[in-house]
């Protein structure tokens, strides 16, 4: 049996009724949903250990409201893969930005930093500054476009020492889905870390000019409204935000090389815009 | 008081704390001293009120006059909201 239909079986197994369906996600991960059950296939890169504690985390009570409980809190082992399973919720609709809810988000940020960290049990480090890392060791090429984001990568200063918080670790509109109501989703990167990292994306598309600034501000204002500890007092975001927005910046940059890459393409007018951030910060 | 210039009635008006003399005849002005600076300091508060501040950002953000944010259908766009 492949592993889809080991997925499926499980799924069934935990009250999962009607016809699986594949969930598109990352090319290393396998979401499968059947009904009112979701089975998560980790990626093999993950570390097994560490993804145990996450998922342990995000059943505590601590979390309740904030983050999707799984629906056991253990992590099992299927042909190799780490698997776990969720309970099914409606993602942010893509064709709705509009209505995208960027303060609800920001909400469930500012509550999971908030959250004490000797309620949850221990976890790993978050895993924000890793994945850009991760995203910029990634690029195979040795161009002018991958030049820039190494050399960028490489000259980010170091970042200065703040408390660690619980942080999501890897947060995009993706990462929310709605049941009764909203909650953060996906515990692959969740962690101890400096939280600033969390509302590192939706900062590095607005440095970038993708983000509607009216849109930047209701989130980082919804942000700081909810008592959202990242930002110091509030008075200039950008002291926190500065390092980790432009290691995102760059992270995404890598990303959209590695993506135009493999689809033999050139890089879009998006893409570009966040190859043209990098260059701004090799020269800031 | 008579016009300096047309020997018409000059009428006294306050506005705004200023002492304004007024020709009935010729409609010509005359200041106090130091009225003139008064008026002076409040056209510049007036001009002063501030325009809105730029969206701060960080020194290497992109300018953000101008854009109309058209790419929201764009598919990388999309893709890169929604994934890691």
């Not at chain 1, 598109?24 to 093999?44: F, I, M, Q």
């Not at chain 1, 970038?208 to 919804?222: N, Q, Y």
């Not at chain 2, 003139?36 to 953000?61: F, I, V």
Request: charged fraction near 25%.
């Amino acid at each position: 049996m492949d592993l889809e239909a080991e997925l499926g079986v499980i799924a069934a197994a935990h009250g999962g009724t009607g016809e699986p369906v594949l969930h598109p996600t990352r090319t290393d991960v396998v979401v499968l949903r059947r009904g009112e059950v979701v089975v998560k296939a980790h990626s093999r890169r993950d570390d097994a250990e560490a993804l145990r504690l996450r998922v342990r985390a995000a059943a505590s009570a601590a979390l309740s409201g904030v983050l999707l409980p799984p629906l056991r809190p253990d992590v099992l082992t299927v042909a190799g893969r780490a698997v776990t399973l969720w309970p099914a919720g409606a993602p942010v609709a893509h064709d709705e930005l509009d209505s995208a809810p960027w303060e609800e988000g920001a909400r469930l940020l500012a509550r999971l930093h908030a959250v004490p960290l000797p309620l949850v049990p221990p976890l790993p480090e978050a895993g924000g500054p890793e994945r850009a890392a991760r995203a910029v060791r990634r690029m195979p090429g040795d161009g002018p476009v991958e030049r820039l984001l190494r050399r960028a990568f490489e000259e980010l200063p170091e970042p200065e020492p703040v408390p660690g918080l619980l942080a999501h670790g890897d947060w995009h509109l993706g990462q929310l889905v709605r049941r009764d109501r909203w909650l953060l989703i996906d515990v692959d990167d969740l962690g101890v870390g400096d939280p600033a990292w969390d509302l590192a994306r939706p900062a590095a598309w607005y440095a970038a000019g993708l983000l509607d600034p009216a849109v930047w501000e209701r989130f980082v204002g919804a942000y700081l409204a909810f008592g959202g500890p990242a930002l110091g007092d509030g008075a200039d975001p950008w002291r926190r935000l500065d390092l980790p927005a432009r290691a995102v910046t760059i992270q995404l940059a890598a990303v959209a090389v590695v993506n135009a890459g493999r689809e033999g393409r050139e890089l879009d007018e998006v893409e570009q815009s966040l190859v043209e951030a990098c260059n701004r910060i090799v020269r800031a | 008081m008579q016009c300096p210039k047309c020997r018409g009635t000059m009428r006294t008006y306050e506005r705004n704390g200023v002492h304004i003399e007024q020709c009935d005849n010729c409609r010509g002005i005359f200041l106090d001293y130091g009225e003139l600076e008064t008026l002076t300091r409040m056209e510049a508060s007036y001009h002063a009120a501030p325009p809105p501040p730029p969206a701060p950002g960080p020194a290497w953000g992109a300018p953000h006059g101008g854009h109309h944010y058209g790419h929201h259908r764009q598919r990388s766009w999309v893709g890169m909201l929604f994934s890691s």
